[in-house]
């Protein structure tokens, strides 16, 4: 089965830049993996994602300032997250959407 393991989270001051890491396991082919967050109260919602042909779409929030990226090698993605405010923080959660699998979450918090 697809293990996903997050890492890379903390805490950091307003402004500032934190890079999360997705490390998939047991993955077979091309799964496109993106980037989900919920924060306390809210909906979960879609940060950033590939697709299957290696498209990758942001939502309204994180365009300008977010960067996901991968190494399809290591089966890894990763999320740029610059220039933090407070609003940013939230568990941040690694999928894949082929096999239907979530990480376990990474807490971020941004502090003023």
């Known amino acids: 089965q697809v293990q996903l393991v997050e890492s890379g989270g903390g805490l950091v001051q307003a402004g500032d830049t934190l890079n999360l890491t997705c490390k998939a396991s047991g993955m077979t082919g091309e799964d496109p993996m993106g980037w989900y967050r919920q924060a306390p109260g809210k909906q979960r919602e879609l940060v950033a994602r590939?697709?299957?042909?290696?498209?990758?779409t942001n939502a309204d929030f994180a365009r300008g300032r977010f960067i996901i990226s991968r190494d399809n090698n290591k089966r890894t993605v990763y999320l740029q997250m610059d220039n933090l405010p407070t609003a940013d923080s939230a568990v941040y959660y690694c999928?894949?959407?082929?096999?239907?699998?979530w990480g376990q979450g990474i807490q971020v918090t941004v502090s003023s």
């Open positions: 999928r894949a959407y082929w096999s239907k699998t």
């Open positions: 590939f697709y299957g042909n290696g498209n990758t």
